[in-house]
């Protein structure tokens, strides 16, 4: 089971109430798809993806990013439990959307940036390392379900 | 993945806006490296203080950045100009090339929370390319 530390624990839950989904989860998913445009794959659907402003306009994009971080939240909201959290989603990305795992770390990585933007000196070396490990147990929970 | 010209003038132009600010910027990213990182510690056991913001850690920061202001100076090609630098990794310093990746990840991070505005989208891919085309030459001599 993961230790977490006082700090970590309050740090995650401060990051996450500050946060508004709506503005964080589509700049987060647009920057992955503009950034590692390889992603884009699993998005077929989504309609117009050609360049960086069509993603960051495009309402389908805007929408999965809020559903990623309210998705996070239980997460946040579970931080002993994580490994059970996303056994169904981590089936999910497995078997019916075939997501390779690696690309929930490039996801991981633009949250990252956006996040650091957005707290900009409060984003403290310590602060990044909680947050990085936080996704890092996400990332692998959800990365579990697949062989 | 290789540099386009694009590419090279979102790099040319985000280094202009951040330049100035290259030793705070190398200092915070060395430092946050060594916190969230530590497995990184082991390339520093000769240092006094590896706190952020220590002299030892201010003073590479430094060294770092005057590393990526020649990488930028040589974008054109990446591999000669950063020859020097290359054999010094691999010869001397033997440092693991995927702690390349590392560090990248903490300059973008470090320009991302100082130049919000300014590390949009765009810049950042060209800024991503980038690093991987300078790891990739600073990792050269390896074998």
Request: aromatic share 10%; hydrophobic share 45%; glycine share 6%.
């Given at each position: ?16 109430s ?33 360049n960086?402003?069509a ?22 909201k ?13 089936k999910?990305?497995s078997?019916?959307?075939?997501v ?20 900009g ?18 990332v ?6 697949y062989? | ?41 082991t ?11 220590s ?15 020649l990488?930028?100076?040589k ?7 950063l ?32 130049f ?28």
């Amino acid at each position: 089971m993961v230790e977490w530390t006082d700090f970590e624990r309050a740090t995650i839950q401060d990051i996450f109430s500050k946060m508004d989904y709506e503005v964080v989860g589509p700049a987060a998913l647009s920057r992955c798809l503009i950034v590692y445009p390889w992603t884009q794959r699993y998005f077929g659907n989504f309609g117009n993806l050609y360049n960086a402003a069509a993603i960051m306009g495009n309402p389908m994009v805007a929408k999965h990013g809020t559903t990623i971080l309210n998705s996070l939240e239980r997460g946040v909201k579970n931080m002993d439990n994580i490994k059970e959290t996303y056994a169904e989603l981590s089936k999910l990305h497995s078997e019916k959307l075939r997501v390779d795992p690696d690309n929930f770390k490039l996801l991981s990585d633009c949250l990252t940036i956006v996040v650091a933007a957005q707290l900009g000196k409060a984003f403290t070396g310590e602060v990044q390392a909680a947050f990085q490990k936080f996704m890092a147990v996400v990332v692998s929970s959800l990365g579990r379900q697949y062989y | 993945m290789s540099l386009t010209d694009k590419d090279k003038a979102a790099v040319r132009a985000m280094w202009g806006k951040i330049s100035k600010s290259a030793d705070a910027i190398g200092a915070d990213a060395l430092g946050r490296m060594l916190v969230v990182y530590p497995q990184t510690k082991t390339y520093f056991s000769h240092w006094s203080d590896l706190s952020p913001n220590s002299a030892p850690v201010k003073n590479h920061g430094k060294n770092v950045m005057s590393g990526v202001a020649l990488a930028v100076s040589k974008i054109d090609d990446l591999t000669s100009g950063l020859m020097a630098l290359s054999e010094q990794h691999a010869f001397q310093l033997r440092v693991d090339p995927a702690n390349f990746k590392i560090l990248s990840h903490c300059i973008l991070v470090v320009i991302a929370s100082m130049f919000p505005k300014d590390f949009t989208p765009e810049a950042h891919v060209s800024m991503d390319k980038f690093f991987c085309g300078l790891s990739l030459a600073l990792a050269e001599k390896y074998r």
